[in-house]
């Protein structure tokens, strides 16, 4: 894909009185002191001076040849050839260019791009790339051109009005019959610099005990050649992005993550409003996120809500090709995907006997 706008021509009908910039801001010049400005008068005067003493030895009198002189000039700045201006010069069309003055022209442009071109994607074997470039055309043959490029980032984001950003998943399972979870994540799509809404609700059917809950991210890349008859797999990258132990606050792989216990949990009747709103301090137990499972008064479910940050553009920036994370795409020859990946780490201590959980 090549798109050029020509935003300045000499040739344009409004070069002669415009920059055709939507915006002019020029550098201020040197300023001259007062001081140096009456100098300057007083020598040109002087100059002008000695030049009228010179042309016109008798003061007041004006001879035939000076007379024959002003009458030229006279005519000569009533009257002006084809193609040049009132100034008495050429046009900025004859002249094929126009002096810019330092200072800073913006141009305004818009392109819409079309919604099948792959977006920016930069892997170890192979790249998708879009660049921004500018170039200065100057007059004269040894004026060499002025080019400059950037790079353009490209980002392929679901629409508003997606299903994708609305419709949840929902995993309901048992563990080794001890234990049963779901977990229901709120959407399906997420961009970078976004959050990831995560609810667990831990039922227990035994005495185990959670000490910590992990949430990944893994990342798969694989690469199609030669219409798709050559295939390469990278091994799958798996980063972390949120951990919660039972015995420390939570901590989070980029900052703007949140965790708060909405129900169970060990936690008491009298903390659990500020629980709910996200506060870690409050009394807990030090080892069973569901809370202490030897009294039947803590039995019950935990629902806990997470927040999970994911990193934006910036925070990639700065991180080594092993942990940085890509954009999905489906590229014909590059396919990146992502997969949500939740860790739990349990231990059975023993059954529990004629035991029916709470709602």
């Not at 892997?123 to 051109?145: P, Q």
Request: with cysteine; hydrophobic share 35%; glycine share 6%.
């Amino acid at each position: 894909m090549n798109h050029t706008w020509p935003f300045f021509n000499a040739q344009f009908p409004t070069a002669e009185n415009s920059h055709c910039a939507d915006h002019v801001l020029l550098t201020k010049l040197p300023s001259v002191s007062t001081k140096e400005i009456g100098n300057n008068a007083a020598l040109n005067s002087s100059s002008f001076d000695l030049f009228a003493r010179s042309a016109s030895p008798v003061p007041g009198v004006v001879t035939s040849r000076d007379a024959k002189r002003l009458s030229l000039q006279a005519n000569q700045s009533r009257s002006f050839g084809k193609g040049e201006t009132a100034n008495g010069g050429p046009t900025v069309a004859q002249k094929g260019f126009k002096i810019f003055q330092p200072g800073d022209y913006i141009y305004n442009f818009e392109h819409p791009l079309d919604s099948r071109l792959p977006e920016t994607i930069s892997v170890d074997l192979g790249h998708v790339k879009y660049e921004l470039e500018a170039i200065v055309e100057r007059s004269g043959a040894f004026r060499a051109n002025l080019m400059g490029s950037k790079e353009v980032t490209l980002i392929r984001a679901p629409a508003e009005g997606s299903l994708e950003q609305v419709e949840p998943i929902a995993i309901s399972r048992n563990w080794e019959d001890q234990l049963h979870y779901d977990i229901v994540i709120s959407g399906k799509s997420f961009p970078l610099g976004s959050q990831v809404p995560i609810a667990f609700k831990l039922t227990p059917l035994a005495k185990v005990q959670c000490h910590r809950i992990k949430v990944f991210v893994t990342e798969n890349v694989q690469y199609f050649t030669q219409n798709k008859r050559v295939h390469r797999l990278e091994p799958t990258r798996k980063i972390q992005l949120f951990e919660k132990r039972a015995d420390a606050p939570s901590s989070s792989t980029y900052p703007g993550s949140s965790f708060r216990v909405t129900a169970g949990g060990g936690i008491s009747y009298d903390n659990r409003d500020a629980a709910a709103q996200g506060d870690e301090s409050v009394e807990h137990d030090p080892v069973n996120l569901l809370g202490n499972l030897e009294t039947d008064q803590s039995i019950g479910p935990t629902e806990m809500e997470f927040n999970i940050q994911l990193p934006n553009c910036y925070n990639m920036k700065e991180k080594d090709k092993f942990s940085k994370l890509h954009f999905d795409t489906t590229y014909q020859n590059i396919q990146v995907n992502h997969w949500i990946k939740v860790i739990q780490m349990m231990l059975l201590i023993e059954p529990l006997t004629d035991f029916h959980p709470r709602s």
